[in-house]
């Protein structure tokens, strides 16, 4: 089955950019998400990438998709303390019922 | 606007207690989620429903049921609440595949307490 993995923890200053990783293990998913916990709140979908794409660009949003190594980043644009969340990588195969979470990566932005 | 809520935000029940968490959906989704959130584990699939009286195991539902007798709202049930079920619940829907890209819709969580 899916298996979604990325790191726990990223540090970053304002300002600066933010990349965060995940790599998975199956490529059948059609679109591959990244989603967004704020402290105390339910997780809200960020953006999405379908599977045929390489790159994803929103505002200050980049996603990039590398098929061949299973490689999904994030990145954010000017780093803003408000960005500091929980930021969950997720995949969900074809008419499958179930999206595969990542663990979450806490980002963190220091002023 | 999709609108996912959660009965309650804090909960504090005692060991042994029949515990009902409840989540209502106004997208008219077939599917609906529970997941339980614990730091470092991520989120981890409970149960899910993709119909009314339809449900399926996740990957955690020893010591869990659910309930979903209507469309809207699906409810998590602990039978008799443990310690070990002090987590944070997190409910979600989601509409159907070729109308939708699959994207979950989650409610701002319960965070359950259990002494």
């Known amino acids: 089955g899916e298996d979604v993995e990325q790191s726990l923890f990223l540090s970053v200053r304002e300002g600066d950019s933010s990349v965060i990783n995940c790599t998975y293990t199956?490529?059948?998913?059609?679109?591959l998400y990244w989603y967004k916990q704020e402290p105390g709140a339910g997780l809200q979908l960020l953006t999405y990438?379908?599977?045929?794409?390489d790159m994803k660009q929103d505002q200050r949003l980049t996603v990039l998709l590398n098929k061949k190594d299973k490689h999904l980043s994030l990145r954010i644009a000017d780093t803003q303390t408000g960005d500091s969340a929980i930021y969950f990588c997720?995949?969900?195969?074809?008419?499958?019922?179930?999206?595969?979470f990542g663990a979450g990566t806490r980002l963190f932005v220091k002023a | 606007d999709v609108k996912v809520t959660q009965s309650s935000r804090y909960l504090v029940k005692r060991t042994g207690e029949k515990v009902f968490l409840e989540c209502v959906q106004d997208?008219?989704?077939?599917?609906m989620f529970w997941y339980r959130q614990d730091p470092g584990l991520g989120l981890r699939l409970i149960y899910f429903?993709?119909?009314?009286?339809?449900?399926e195991k996740g990957d955690i539902p020893e010591g869990y049921s659910v309930s979903r007798e209507k469309k809207e709202r699906f409810s998590l049930i602990l039978e008799s609440a443990s310690t070990n079920q002090t987590s944070m619940y997190l409910c979600?829907?989601?509409?159907?595949?070729?109308?939708?890209?699959?994207?979950?819709?989650f409610g701002p969580g319960t965070r359950l307490t259990v002494l």
């Open positions: 990438i379908f599977s045929n794409m």
């Open positions: 997208m008219d989704h077939e599917n």
């Open positions: 979600a829907s989601r509409g159907a595949s070729e109308t939708d890209t699959d994207t979950q819709y």
């Open positions: 199956d490529s059948s998913s059609t679109y």
């Open positions: 429903s993709y119909d009314v009286k339809m449900k």
């Open positions: 997720a995949g969900c195969p074809p008419g499958g019922f179930k999206t595969i």
